[in-house]
C-alpha cells in the first residue's frame, strides 16, 4: 500500500520503483530477474550510457529472446 511510505521522499522512490515493477509486468518480465540483470550489467559496467535503452524491460526482453540458453547463462 502505497498509503503509508513513511515520507515524501520514500513516497518519491516507492512511485519509481512501482513504475518499473509494472512496466516489466506489462511486458511479460520476470521483475526480480530483470532487476538482477539490469543492476549487475550497470554495476560492473556491461552497458555505456549510449546502450542504456537497451536496459529497458521491452528491449531487454527481446534481446533474451533472441540470445540462446548457452548465452543467457553467460550473460
Request: net charge neutral; proline share 7%; charged share 0%.
Given at each position: 500500500n502505497s498509503l503509508f511510505v513513511g515520507?515524501?521522499?520514500g513516497g518519491k522512490t516507492f512511485a519509481v520503483i512501482a513504475s518499473l515493477?509494472?512496466?516489466c509486468k506489462l511486458n511479460g518480465v520476470d521483475p526480480e530477474v530483470?532487476?538482477?540483470d539490469v543492476l549487475e550489467r550497470i554495476i560492473s559496467c556491461k552497458?555505456?550510457?549510449n546502450e542504456m535503452e537497451?536496459?529497458?524491460p521491452w528491449t531487454w526482453k527481446a534481446e533474451r529472446e533472441a540470445m540462446t540458453h548457452q548465452e543467457r547463462r553467460a550473460a
Open positions: 515520507s515524501p521522499g515493477v509494472n512496466s530483470w532487476l538482477a552497458v555505456t550510457a537497451s536496459l529497458l
